[in-house]
């Protein structure tokens, strides 16, 4: 009872010990006055200190998992008996499960803030200024796969890089792979195959071609159109003067050095900006004029 006062069943019906006649009886009986006034059980417990005080707190001890089935094996906690008990295990294993790492690459900006149940709430924010689209040579949309290689979108659309093979995503459906086994997702608790988990068999697909040729467009974010790329610093670091020697002319160096056509050694993947063309322009029509220049006599 919320008192404390433990009830005695005689039959189908409760008593308290002072209603019986002997309350250490092996069979006790209810006393006539008192047959009438049994007690109702609800389903409601109440823990009461080993002194028999019910107004301090007790602890409960040896209280087994609420997320495991009737066979003792564990399960997810969407299986589980919405009514049973937890233990502090449980709720170590749920913490741990409901632990957020945030983690990426590339230019984004992550803040957190806490809600007001207490929970964390992450917004990722990418400006979306300046966006590249990454192609091939043909203009077919490329992606980075889990490989860490680029490949067209349209050939890895229905299939998953794991552990260094290449699957059909049809064949991995609701399966979970663990070591070089697969199970179905069903019969995996934390990472762990239950003890009656069947393996699968599963083949792994051809892998598809990397794509070839890579290349990045910048888009007009407003109407994905072409855009300007400014702010570009000189490839060449020189300047035109008035001759066409080296010593009059730094951009010559700067051309010799990060100019050079594809066929010979040396850097030819620097972006010119606008005035390095109007540099290279003018150092060919100072060059055209030095030789047809007449010599002095």
Not at 78 to 95: F, I, K, M
Not at 117 to 144: L, P, S
Not at 209 to 227: F, H, I, R
């Amino acid at each position: 009872m919320a008192d404390g006062t433990k009830l005695v069943k005689v039959g189908d019906k409760f008593y308290k010990p002072s209603q019986l006649v002997d309350p250490k009886a092996d069979q006790p009986q209810v006393k006539p006055e008192e047959v009438a006034k049994d007690w109702t059980v609800n389903d409601s417990i109440s823990l009461v200190n080993k002194d028999g005080s019910n107004n301090a707190p007790t602890t409960l001890k040896n209280v087994g998992s609420g997320l495991k089935d009737a066979n003792g094996n564990s399960t997810t906690l969407d299986q589980a008996v919405g009514s049973n008990a937890v233990n502090v295990d449980d709720l170590r294993t749920l913490g741990k499960a409901a632990t957020t790492e945030v983690t990426g690459t590339g230019v984004a900006e992550v803040t957190k803030v806490t809600g007001a149940n207490g929970q964390n709430i992450y917004n990722v924010h990418v400006e979306r200024f300046m966006q590249v689209a990454e192609t091939d040579v043909e203009g077919n949309k490329v992606v980075k796969a889990a490989d860490n290689y680029y490949y067209k979108e349209a050939d890895i659309k229905d299939k998953t890089y794991i552990d260094g093979q290449w699957y059909d995503n049809t064949d991995i459906k609701d399966k979970t792979k663990i070591g070089d086994k697969w199970y179905n997702a069903d019969d995996v608790v934390n990472g762990v195959p239950k003890p009656n988990a069947t393996e699968l068999p599963v083949q792994a697909t051809t892998a598809p071609n990397k794509a070839v040729g890579l290349q990045n467009n910048l888009v007009n974010p407003n109407d994905n159109t072409p855009t300007r790329l400014s702010n570009l610093a000189s490839a060449l670091s020189g300047e035109v003067g008035n001759g066409a020697n080296p010593a009059d002319n730094s951009a010559i160096n700067g051309i010799d050095k990060n100019g050079k056509p594809t066929s010979e050694s040396g850097n030819n993947t620097f972006v010119k900006n606008v005035l390095d063309l109007d540099a290279t322009v003018k150092t060919e029509e100072q060059l055209k004029t030095s030789r047809t220049r007449p010599k002095r006599r």
